[in-house]
Nanobody, 122 residues
């Protein structure tokens, strides 16, 4: 079994900050360094979209809408973080942690957390 558990969501005023965390457990734990870890979000009535991702080598990429405001990181404790600064109302969504690894063309591992709600409102 693989578990991804997000935390850190909540209600924040525009311009504020939040730090999301994603803790991993289960079989992913031993191979965590192989996975590309990502944060996605889904707002009401919209499709799920990639917010940020970080590869096993530490390369990160971001959606244009969050560049310069959000930072993704990972640590040796098999956790992934999303530091969100200068939050805007349009950042309101459920944020999901994702772990992805394709060791060969015939195998793929793709896991999701349950999500954590982020609401940006005054």
């Amino acid at each position: 079994q693989v578990q991804l558990v997000e935390s850190g969501g909540g209600l924040v005023q525009p311009g504020g900050s939040l730090r999301l965390s994603c803790a991993t457990s289960g079989s992913i734990f031993s191979y965590f360094s192989y996975y590309t870890m990502g944060w996605y979000r889904q707002a009401p009535g919209k499709q799920r979209e990639l917010v940020a991702a970080i590869t096993r080598g530490g390369t990160s990429n971001y959606a244009d809408s969050v560049k310069g405001r959000f930072t993704i990181s990972r640590d040796n404790a098999r956790k992934v973080y999303l530091q969100m600064n200068s939050l805007k109302p349009e950042d309101t969504a459920v944020y999901y942690c994702n772990a992805y690894w394709a060791p060969s063309k015939d195998s793929r591992y793709d896991y999701w957390g349950q999500g954590t709600q982020v609401t940006v409102s005054s």
